[in-house]
Every structure is written in structure tokens, then in C-alpha cells.
DNA sequence: GAAGATTGATCGATCAATCTTC
DNA sequence: GAAGATTGATCGATCAATCTTC
């Protein structure tokens, strides 16, 4: 379900903190992951849904591939997944016929909100284990760290 | 190449720890990749590589799937793939005929420290951003998210 | 010709089912 | 029957090539 921990189990006894960082990604994402499929989600699928929920209009394949900066053709793939669990449904662009977009059906607008109340509970859950200051010190850090070239 | 980041660009800029922590990992994550792209090699390759070169027989495919804490097919398919570009070779068990073992070739040997090249200057890279103290810190806090049940 | 979407190949991961050997 | 490895299906991601429409 969860991409695996990439480093052997001992790398954290050195001192590598990339492989840190990354097994605690993993973790996180493995909760995440678990906690989404018990309503048969995915993050992939509840990211797309929530950029979905939060524009007025559906969004085009090629939006929603930019909001979630992946390749287009992943999100052909998760489009077509999606609306195989009947959550979106593609909807032709009247000005442009290149164009299709994806839009919620009253099923995606559902699990998009069970999906963000796992969501909400999983970074609350992660907030009652470091207090405000340890919370903010780590993001102090870890934005050093995406701020490097 | 690499995982692309989960969460949409706009997540950084509200509260989202989880989110901070994975976008940090995807990014130490496509960096690596992208030096290991050089070599012809990804990480998942690098990881077995170093297993089968720390190990001082041949291992078998089931050991070098609880070293690297995934499942036995995903082994079955990386060998496959690492067999193909003739850095490891499959060789019989003699005692037992239902196991098979990973052994490195001698361009194995030669990828595998080029590989551990490249992560030695990505950890060193990252310890070039933070200051000792800085990284200690880092260190416990993320120790601490990481041994939360 | 370029833009938008799709298709097909590949990588890396999972799971369930199967095959061989113990 | 159980253990070790493999196969086949699926998910999520990439890239290169193609199709349709602008």
C-alpha cells in the first residue's frame, strides 16, 4: 500500500539524515495511505479530488496536472480511475474541443470530504506529538532544507 | 525519475507539517535520483546493490527483501531488472533447491561504489546546509515523529 | 506547427495466486 | 502443509510517441 522504507532498517542508527527524512515521509504516508483506503481513496486520488472541491469549475486535465505538478498523462491514468469509482465524471469543453474536464459527481463531493477530515486528523495527530515550539523549529528547518538549490 | 510531490504548491504556505515533510523527502529523493540517472542506476538499485556488497556471500532473494523491508516479488522483479543490466548474477543454492541467491558481478561491484559515491556527496550536500547544531536538532525531532506508534 | 489529451512502454511498489521443493 | 520464489493484476509515477483540434 505505501511505497516501501528505501533504506535498510539500520540506517538510522548512523548518521544519515536524508534516510531520516525519508523514513519518516514514508511513515506519514503510510498512515495517510492506510487511514484514505479504509474509504477506498488514495492520496493520489484525494489530492485530485480536493483541487477539484476547491475550484468553481471542473478543471481541465492539463489544470489539474499543473496543480498537482505531475506529468499529464498521470492524471489521464488517475481521471480514468477516478471515474471508474464513479467520483469524477469528464466533461466536454464547449470552447475548445481539445480540452476535457474533469468534473465532481455528488459521490466525489462526499469521499472529498471524508478524505479531508482524514486528512485533518492525521496532521492533528502529528501535532499532539511535538509541542508548538518543537513544530516550529522543525519547519524552520526542513524549509531550510527545500530552500537549497 | 522521482516521486513528484504530493500536495499541491499552495501547502507549504499554510500549517501543513506532514506536507513539509514529504515535499522536503521527494526533493532529496529526485535529487538522488537524478545523480544515480547518471550511472544508470536508481535508488532501488543502489539499496540492493549495497546490500549484496555489505554481505559477504551471495544473499538470498527472500534476505535481500527483509533488507530492504519489502515484499519477496519486488525483490524478484529488481533482480530481474539488475540481472538485465548485468550487475548481478542468480545463482543456485546448493543445499537448498527452492533458493535462489544474488551475486554481484564485477560491473555490480564497480556500479555499487559509484553509487555509494554519490549518496556519500548528497549527505554531504545536505550537511553543508545546516549548521552541527542544526542537524542535531533536525535529527531529534524527526527521531521523535518517527517513534510515535 | 503547437497545444491538449491519450496510448504504450517502463520502473517500483503492492497483493493474491501459483509452482517447486522442503 | 509450509517455505521460497515467481507470475499476473493493479496503482502511481515517468517518458516518448501519437491523435485531435486549434
Redesign the pocket.
Known sequence: ????A?APAEADANGSLMSLVMDVADQLGARLEAELAKNGL????A?ALECLAAASDPL????L?HE??????????????LE?DGLVR?VN?P???????AALTTSGRKACKEASRVLAAQEQALSRVLTAEEAQTLTRLLRKLLATP
Open positions: 500500500m505505501s511505497k516501501s528505501r488514495s492520496w493520489a486520488k489530492a481541465t486535465l492539463g489544470e496536472a498537482n505538478e505531475c506529468v499529464r498523462s498521470n492524471i489521464t491514468q488517475l481521471v480514468d480511475r471508474g469528464r469543453d470552447d475548445d474541443r481539445r480540452v476535457r474536464r
